[in-house]
């Protein structure tokens, strides 16, 4: 009968190659909330929750949440060569024209007004100042705002168009004689295919005034696009080597060496340490398997550690061990991190860890008795704001 076989990624091992996979990430629990991030060989995921107060069951269910979503508003910062207005870019980033719309009817500088006159007059913003957006978030919704008046008499046909790269579009907003300024005017740029950060940046937005020529202007108070968005979750643990070098070499995988069925693996090791650096149990020269970074700048984190059924059944139990950063006189691994069969288990640790510090992680596992099979399972490194 042949040894089980246990992998640490998604590549098939040598024959007799006994291996135990787990991919590392990370999270953080706020007031009930865990937040985190993934960091594994796959798509990272970024779900979880813990409510506060729980009778029944024990044990609360898992729970899907979102990430916190900010929106904001992107003003203009560019014309495009096309604008024939005469007008500045600050004419039409503010709620705050001071003129009646309806008897203006030629550019004034400095009155906070965005005037297009007819006659062919083109107003062109082609780009949009989205320096507050992180890069990498993810865009929810884009819409234009707009807030426009018109001289008395005019008569023109033109809408509002935007350009998103297809050729200039109209939005359905057509400027026509009313009385004062309009309400708020709004078109959903999101469903129509604006749903980067790139695209918000470079979208233009147009008018173009066919009053007849010499006659009456259209005024825009303001123009801006309200983007909801989801910013990339910051770091908050990394997951390194053991050695002064490496430490802050983010580990993606462990692996423990070749085991009988029932044996006790006590020797795992990390990707970037190697197998020529295994954990070692010691009372005076122990190394932990990897070693846990709190990244944030002033955040003490409490520890949990969450894992994921070992797949077919080659794990009796798992085990660990949170141990001081350098500690040399760690002899056992006791404290429980599967359940019986390996299976899925969350831990909270107790361990609480500094902005800046490092905690050693060391892991022990026990083989079931099944053989010549092989099997994965994640552990997920969870942080627990005090």
């Known amino acids: 009968m042949g040894y089980p076989i246990v992998k640490i990624s998604r590549f098939l091992l040598a024959p007799l190659e006994v291996r135990h996979y787990q991919r590392l990430s990370f999270r953080y629990l706020q007031k009930g909330l865990l937040m985190g991030l993934v960091f594994v060989l796959v798509s990272a995921w970024i779900f979880s929750g813990w409510p506060q107060i729980w009778q029944k069951p024990s044990v609360p269910p898992r729970v899907e949440i979102v990430w916190a979503q900010t929106t904001i508003n992107v003003l203009p910062n560019a014309k495009h060569a096309n604008d024939t207005s005469g007008e500045a870019i600050s004419e039409i980033t503010g709620d705050d024209s001071t003129v009646n719309p309806d008897t203006l009817s030629k550019v004034t500088a400095g009155d906070n007004t965005y005037t297009v006159d007819g006659g062919g007059k083109i107003m062109q913003l082609d780009t949009f100042d989205v320096s507050s957006i992180p890069d990498g978030s993810t865009i929810s919704a884009a819409v234009l705002h707009l807030q426009y008046g018109a001289e008395d008499g005019y008569t023109g046909t033109n809408p509002v168009r935007y350009d998103n790269g297809a050729g200039l579009t109209t939005t359905g907003i057509t400027p026509t004689d009313i009385t004062g300024w309009s309400a708020d005017l709004t078109y959903d740029l999101y469903a129509q295919g ?20 010499a006659a009456d202007a259209i005024h825009f108070d303001y123009l801006w696009i309200t983007v909801t968005y989801t910013a990339p979750p910051a770091t908050t643990f990394l997951i390194g080597g053991t050695e002064t070098l490496t430490k802050d070499t983010a580990v993606t995988t462990i692996t423990f060496p070749e085991g009988a069925p029932e044996a006790t693996i006590s020797a795992p090791y990390n990707d970037v340490d ?24 002033s955040a003490t984190y409490n520890i949990i550690l969450e894992i994921t059924t070992w797949t077919n059944s080659l794990v009796n139990m798992e085990y660990y061990n949170l141990a001081a950063d350098g500690a040399t006189d760690i002899q056992t691994v006791t404290a429980e991190l599967s359940n019986a069969n390996g299976a899925a288990r969350t831990v909270s640790t107790g361990v609480s860890i500094a902005a800046g510090a490092y905690k050693d992680l060391y892991l022990r596992l026990v083989l079931a008795s099944v053989a010549g099979k092989t099997g994965t399972s994640t552990l997920t490194v969870l942080g627990e704001a005090l």
Do not use: G, R, Y
């Open 194 to 213: 604006v749903d980067t950060k790139t695209e918000l940046q470079n979208v233009d937005i147009e008018f173009t005034n066919n009053d007849p020529p």
């Open 274 to 297: 190697t197998s020529s650096d295994p954990q070692v149990l010691s009372p005076t020269a122990s190394e932990p398997v990897v070693k846990i970074k709190n990244t944030h700048a």
